[in-house]
């Protein structure tokens, strides 16, 4: 009798052991939930940019492969991209128009602002002179869309001349912007305002 006492104990004793750890674990995962959807995300805009000209060297006789957009929650990104080259310098400023080189002809931009994007890398093979980007002067950079945007309004392929390509880039406004020289790559970005709100 003793015994079947104390075999019915232990087993009480380590149901309870179980249902007390099953309980702490299930309790855990919930008040971490609770206090991430508590905790709001908040994004911290860059500041300090600015809307004078930026430019970096080297020139490159490699050759432009891509020409790509991206939207981030403070600003709208441009992205060139110069596949095996290493830095690549370039030359990005406001313009009141933008003038195609060599020709000399202007090219419209849509936008309340126009910059003029220049790298010093050609759009072309310089061997055998063959566009390595398939762009059209005067046209929208194929493949771009810059549908809900919220700095970006225009994007156009003015040319490829003497090793330099060169990019009309049509914004909202005047607003202040950076450029990043990465390996391979040169980077554009345009803030959506002033104040560095997101």
Known sequence: MLRTRTIRSA?????????????????????????????????????????????????????????????????????VDVPGAG???????????????GSGRPV??????????????????PATGRATYPAQAGRALPGVDLTGYRTFRDARFAGSFEGDTQVGLGVRARLPFRVLQLPDRVVIDVAHNWTGAP
């Open 108 to 125: 419209p931009v849509t936008g309340g602002a126009v910059l003029e994007v220049r790298i010093n890398a050609p759009a072309y093979d």
């Open 11 to 79: 087993t009480i004793c380590a149901t309870l052991a179980l249902v007390g750890a099953a309980l702490g674990t299930v309790a855990v995962p919930a008040a971490a939930t609770t206090t991430r959807a508590a905790t709001p995300q908040s994004t911290a805009c860059p500041t300090g940019w600015g809307s004078l000209p930026e430019t970096g060297t080297p020139a490159t006789a490699t050759p432009v492969r891509d020409i790509r957009t991206g939207r981030h929650a403070c600003y709208d990104r441009m992205v």
């Open 87 to 101: 830095n690549v310098g370039y030359s990005v400023r406001y313009v009141d128009r933008l003038h195609q080189d």
